[in-house]
């Protein structure tokens, strides 16, 4: 009996004993691998605030982060260590003599990876302060990201991102409305970015709209990674009546701001003469165009997005064009193409990343003819296409004036689905080529302010050109002038549309 009560007891202390044994290896598994601390509520008995409030209460903050951080004393001296906090050292205090923060601030420093500003508010008596990232850095850093932070609505008086990091971001928007939403009213953001010029410094504070820029200030870097930065300092608002920065109207109207119409004044200029042999000057004049990213810093924008009207092929305008020349800055564009024709639609369907809109795009929702015609000017690309131009008109007006192939579509009211898809904030790009029907199309545009949502439009204008089959004699396709495409033009630069011409 004495040797079976033995055995049990044994047995049940190895029991015990590899307990504790499989406790021990899951604590050290999630603070050294994962980088966390015990605060993840699996296998864990040591949990401490998100804040990190006991850690800094009641001690120096440099004396408690060291003590807290055994394994990383070696980073704390090294130079880039120092010297990254005594930059941002004299930034905070700097803000703090500004009035943007104080000691009783409760800070978040969003995407820091070491904590170099969330060691060096302490340091200065901003006691209460701590920063996020993809993977946690105790006791300065706990996780979370820029686009997702872990805390609650209005949580914090004063938010910091430095190091470029909200440019750096594949989700700047949201990076910015985080930013936006853990800012308590009247709390202070303070940004550092390396725009430097005017495009990219309103496309930044259009990401903030909910926020007012209260000053704004150039720097020398710390290291070569950013050697100049731009610093903002924005201010949380409770608006009445609407957002800041938001230039459309629910009347329709709207406004070009003035950062976007200096871009014209850099622009190719219009060709002025009407060009005796158009399918070559206007396809040479393609070299000649200024694109937006070429001149300006296209990073701040919230999405980016290439709409192609009158699309045809793929190989027509997106593949050999927009994909290969265009100038994206890295940028991944979400590309639509819009094309009545069926001839072309199953390319489309083996083409992933091009959303096709099977339609023609119009005025209003409604049946149209479209008809197949092979305009005498283009009679190299019909041929290679095997397929001629198509041009739309309403159902009515139809019978009489189309004489080639005929079928019914469906038009709808591109304005009205721009304004839907697509925001000021986003940064759009736009080739219209639709045989004639932009003399409908544009003016629409306007009137319903969806105009100002495209930043850059290629546009092809038809008129009566001079034949290439023909010499001397134009083409009886289409009843307008070079001169009213012209005007066409001209009009839209100068109501601040940086648009140009397009073969």
Same mark, same amino acid.
């Given at each position: 009996?004495e ?33 966390e601390?015990?605060?993840? /509520? ?6 401490l ?11 120096s ?5 060291? &003590? ?13 260590w120092?010297?990254?906090? !005594?930059?941002?050292?004299s ?7 500004? +009035? ?8 978040l ?19 209460n302060?701590? /920063? ?5 850095f ?5 996780? +979370?990201e ?6 609650r609505?209005?949580?914090y008086?004063?938010?910091?991102? /430095?190091g ?22 009247? /709390? ?8 430097t010029?005017?495009?990219?410094f309103?496309s930044?504070?259009d990401?903030?709209?909910s926020c007012s ?8 870097g710390?290291?070569? &990674? ?12 409770v608006q009445q +009546? ?11 109207k709207?406004?070009?701001p003035g ?10 200029p ?15 004049n393609?070299?000649n165009?200024?694109?937006i ?6 990073r ?6 290439y709409?192609?009207? +009158?699309?045809? &092929? ?6 050999s ?11 991944t ?37 479209f ?6 000017g ?6 290679a ?42 940064f ?21 302010g969806?105009?100002c949502?495209?930043?850059?439009l ?17 083409? !009886? ?13 001209t009009?839209l630069?100068?109501s ?8």
């Open positions: 009996m040797k079976t009560g033995s055995l049990l007891r044994k047995m049940m202390v190895r029991v015990l004993l590899l307990g504790v044994l499989i406790i021990l290896v899951r604590f050290a598994y999630v603070v050294t691998i994962t980088g601390s015990c605060n993840r /509520g699996d296998f864990c008995f040591f949990s605030p998100p804040n990190l409030d006991l850690v800094i209460s009641g001690a903050s440099s004396s408690a982060v060291r &003590s807290a951080s055994s394994g990383h004393d070696g980073l704390y001296t090294s130079k880039d120092i010297q990254a906090v !005594q930059f941002y050292s930034i905070f205090q700097d803000l703090i003599s500004d +009035g943007y923060l104080s000691p009783e601030s409760n800070t420093c969003v995407e820091t990876a070491t904590g170099q500003d969330v060691f060096a508010l302490r340091e200065i008596g901003v006691k302060s701590i /920063g996020i990232s993809k993977k946690a105790r006791p300065l850093v706990v996780r +979370g820029g686009h997702s932070i872990p805390f609505d209005n949580t008086d004063f938010v910091f991102s /430095g470029g990091r909200l440019g750096n971001s594949l989700k700047q928007l949201e990076f910015a409305d985080e930013i936006t939403r853990t800012l308590k009213p009247q /709390g202070i953001a303070v940004v550092h970015v390396g725009a010029d005017t495009y990219s309103n930044f504070l990401l903030f709209n820029l209260v000053k704004m200030r150039d720097l020398d710390f290291d070569s &990674s950013m050697p100049h930065v731009r610093e903002f300092v924005i201010q949380k608002v +009546g609407g957002l800041p920065h938001h230039h459309h109207q629910d009347s329709g709207c406004w070009i950062y976007k119409r200096d871009l014209i004044r850099d622009a190719e219009l060709i002025q003469e009407e060009p005796l042999k158009p399918w070559i000057t206007l396809k040479k393609i070299q165009v200024k694109y990213p070429s001149m300006v810093d296209i701040f924008k919230s999405r980016y997005v709409v192609d009207v +009158g699309a045809r &092929s793929y190989g027509s305008s997106i593949g064009w927009f994909k290969k020349q265009y100038p994206k800055q890295n940028k564009f979400d590309v639509f193409a819009i094309e009545a024709d069926k001839a072309f639609h199953d390319e489309y369907k083996i083409k992933k990343k091009v959303q096709l809109l099977p339609y023609a795009a119009w005025v209003r929702n409604e049946t149209l003819s008809e197949i015609n092979h305009d005498p283009k009679e190299v690309e019909a041929k296409m095997g397929r001629g131009m198509g041009r739309i008109q309403p159902v009515k007006k139809s019978s009489s004036s189309l004489a080639g192939e005929v079928n019914l579509i469906q038009g709808f009211d591109f304005a009205d689905w721009l304004k839907k898809s697509v925001r000021e904030r986003d759009v790009v736009m080739k219209m080529d639709v045989e004639g029907t932009e003399f409908d199309l544009i003016p629409r545009l306007i009137k319903t969806a105009i949502l495209i930043d850059e290629f546009l092809e204008c038809h008129y009566n050109r001079w034949q290439r089959c023909c010499p001397g004699q134009r083409s !009886q396709k289409y009843n307008k002038t070079y001169n009213q495409c012209l005007q066409l033009f009009s630069r100068q601040g549309v940086l648009v140009h011409q397009w073969w």
